[in-house]
């Protein structure tokens, strides 16, 4: 390796990785040269691809002619930008929005059919590919949007002077808005779940609500929120509030909510987030409640920390204070973390740690942007779109506000999460050694309650379903309809919106093959969770105190920490 072409190949190598963090133009040289090693397969395809232009080109002259004709390029019901009648009723928009499709399906079918790469570089290349593609799409101009240039004319120009503004607003901001940043009030019409604060360290609050009910059950649930964005995704409005919801059939709640990390917390560990945090939180709920156990649930990466924190315990000599535990959308096998995984090479980590080393902290803005950009035409260009182009004002969507109040992350514990979880996987594969203690979730015990969701891009529910066979305990699992957000976010409604499959997984890894085996249910799986729950947290008692001498009320719902930007 000491050779002057090694030497420079490493050289070149790190010039690369400095330029291109994240992989980008080497991922599309490898697939570039993947095609010119098989050039009869190139010509091939190529051939369809102009078979196909011709046939778009026929199209577009029989309807310029007044002739009906099928699309070529069916638009797709999910697809949002082409719905508007004048994409098909206008020869000239239709033959644009033609040619756009066909190049687009051609390309990404292209990169998947890629002879002889592996799957992580195909993968790579088609989505960031499909950035370049997703903007470029006639919808996002103005001059090749019919939509966009009919409101003007019919504002006389209102829609296009609202878009600049618009536009200039968002520069100011240094992002593309989703919602406006002061369209809801905290603790009024979000947040707003009557409770206090009973507990306060240097990591998080500890929030105990207000009983609704003349009883409650004995033992307390604790919700383990996670610390990228804040904990009133669990309570927004009243009518979509899971707290609210849980109060209301008479179970004591406790959430955690975390601070919002500055440089000051550079070296805050996951081990200090496990330790100084959630088993904080547990052992609050305990104190106020006097219930030797709980009921834990954790939510994505609060999921993730609550699954390391129980088999912490499992590991140890003492009883652990958790009975029972629930998991939302939540991964312990890393080895397939769907799209984001673009993201997640170790190129791309040590650029990720390098900048976190400078400031200390990962700014969630950041990471939102790249949540943002595995659904692009849904949370980025949308809203350039119906922003710029139509001059349309944001609407208060409460999701959106919770997704835009970002929270930092402190360098040592994100760059653990990413090596040792991420890249390395070494949760699932028992090789995390955390307060002294070898991990191994197969000695959990514990009956779990494990939720996925169907359309979830951040924790595909294949990938959440692997935890059925880590643990050693009973597992109910769900597969609940929509996405990382909104699938957890479920209340029931009559008629009801949503459906869920659910059954015994206990021991399986199988997802497809456990689905086949259970029927849908029509509803909200809340009202499966909540008899499951019911029936292990104890019969009804009396009201606990809020708070004690121990635990002293420190602040009324939502507490301080929420509202640290």
Not at 136 to 162: C, D, H, M, Y
Not at 391 to 416: C, I, S
Not at 500 to 510: E, F, K
Not at 531 to 560: D, F, N, Q, S
């Amino acid at each position: 390796m000491n050779d002057p072409l090694s030497q420079t190949t490493e050289f070149l190598r790190g010039i690369e990785a400095a330029l291109d963090p994240f992989g980008i133009g080497r991922a599309c040289r490898e697939t570039v040269t993947a095609w010119l090693q098989q050039p009869q397969q190139l010509a091939e395809s190529m051939a369809r691809l102009s078979a196909d232009v011709l046939r778009v080109q026929a199209h577009a002259w029989k309807k310029a002619l007044g002739v009906e004709s099928d699309d070529v390029e069916p638009v797709s019901g999910f697809d949002e930008r082409f719905q508007d009648p004048a994409w098909t009723a206008h020869p000239g928009f239709d033959a644009l929005k033609e040619f756009y499709l066909l190049q687009t399906h051609w390309l990404q079918d292209a990169i998947f059919a890629t002879p002889g790469l592996d799957p992580a570089s195909v993968q790579r290349a088609a989505f960031w590919v499909r950035q370049v593609l997703d903007a470029i799409a006639p919808t996002n101009f103005f001059w090749t949007n019919p939509l966009a240039i009919a409101k003007a004319i019919e504002s006389g120009g209102t829609t296009l002077r609202q878009g600049l503004t618009h536009f200039a607003r968002d520069l100011a901001a240094g992002d593309v808005l989703m919602v406006e940043p002061d369209a809801f009030e905290l603790g009024r019409e979000l947040a707003a779940t009557e409770g206090v604060v009973v507990f306060r360290n240097e990591l998080l609050e500890v929030i105990q609500y207000t009983a609704q009910t003349p009883q409650v059950h004995a033992m307390p649930v604790v919700l383990v929120a996670p610390w990228i964005n804040k904990f009133y995704i669990l309570d927004l409005k009243p009518r979509t509030s899971l707290v609210r919801h849980l109060v209301s059939q008479g179970f004591t709640v406790f959430v955690t909510s975390w601070r919002n990390a500055g440089a000051e917390a550079r070296d805050t560990g996951f081990e200090d987030y496990l330790m100084h945090g959630v088993r904080a939180a547990i052992d609050t709920a305990r104190a106020i409640t006097g219930s030797p156990e709980v009921h834990a649930v954790g939510y994505c990466l609060g999921g993730t920390a609550l699954s390391t924190l129980m088999a912490w315990y499992a590991a140890g000599d003492e009883p652990c204070p958790v009975a029972h535990w629930t998991l939302f959308t939540t991964l312990t096998d890393f080895s397939d973390p769907g799209e984001i995984g673009v993201f997640l090479t170790p190129e791309t980590v040590d650029f990720i740690e390098r900048n976190m080393q400078r400031k200390g902290y990962l700014d969630g803005a950041e990471m939102a942007r790249s949540f943002r950009l595995l659904r692009p035409n849904s949370l980025i260009w949308h809203y350039v779109v119906h922003s710029y182009l139509y001059g349309a004002e944001l609407p208060p969507f409460d999701v959106l506000f919770w997704n835009m109040d970002t929270t930092r992350m402190p360098a040592t514990m994100h760059a653990w999460y990413l090596r040792e979880l991420y890249l390395g996987n070494r949760l699932a594969k028992g090789e995390i050694t955390l307060g002294g203690r070898r991990l191994q979730l197969g000695r959990v015990q514990q009956p779990l309650y494990a939720v996925g969701c169907e359309q979830d891009h951040i924790a595909p529910w294949k990938q959440t379903f692997l935890t059925c066979g880590l643990v050693g305990g009973p597992v109910r699992y769900v597969l609940a309809t929509s996405g990382h957000i909104l699938g957890i976010i479920n209340p029931p409604v009559d008629p009801p919106k949503r459906r869920y499959w659910v059954g015994d997984a206990s021991g399986c890894s199988d997802g497809p093959a456990w689905l086949n085996g259970v029927a849908k249910v029509p509803g909200s799986w809340w009202e499966d969770w909540v008899p499951w729950l019911a029936a292990r947290c104890g019969e009804l008692r009396e009201l606990p105190p809020l708070g004690t001498a121990e635990y002293p009320v420190l602040a009324a719902a939502p507490g301080t920490y929420v509202l640290q930007k």
